[in-house]
């Protein structure tokens, strides 16, 4: 194994998409308290370019970005496009469609939750997000 897939294996890279800026800071140090890299978007536009899967946008250096991510963590409710139409937009992709994904959302639906599991997320998640909840995405996801 070559050094930068043993930091690789070290330190997982999550992809945290949250259009609120406090819950999104919040994600993004629990998770690097927990030894991630964290990559943090505004919305699901951005973690789509982030990753390269905007149509026609196809640019080497959003493949690279998108080959390095081993878990997105998205918020559900967001303007513009929900976490969920994300969701099946990451798993409608070739290239990454097995990176698990994770839903938050501060509202505990059921039908939702239901609705995000039978697409294709590996956890949905109450926020705010707590030290707890992240121990468990690592062991479970990463």
Not at 25 to 42: D, G, H, M, P, R
Not at 64 to 81: E, F, L, R
Not at 104 to 131: D, H, Q, W
Request: net charge negative; aromatic share 4%.
């Amino acid at each position: 194994m070559d050094a930068a897939a043993a930091a690789h294996l070290e330190e997982p890279h999550v992809l945290a998409v949250d259009d609120n800026s406090l819950d999104r800071k919040i994600v993004e140090k629990l998770l690097k308290n927990s030894s991630c890299k964290v990559t943090t978007a505004e919305n699901a536009q951005r973690a789509l370019e982030y990753l390269g899967l905007v149509d026609g946008n196809h640019n080497s250096s959003a493949t690279h970005n998108a080959s390095k991510v081993s878990m997105i963590i998205t918020d559900y409710c967001m303007p513009g496009m929900t976490g969920y139409e994300l969701l099946k937009k990451i798993k409608e992709s070739s290239i990454m469609k097995n990176v698990p994904v994770v839903i938050m959302s501060s509202e505990n639906v059921p039908t939702r939750i239901n609705e995000c599991l039978e697409e294709g997320a590996e956890m949905f998640m109450l926020k705010p997000l707590k030290y707890s909840d992240v121990n468990k995405l690592r062991r479970q996801l990463l």
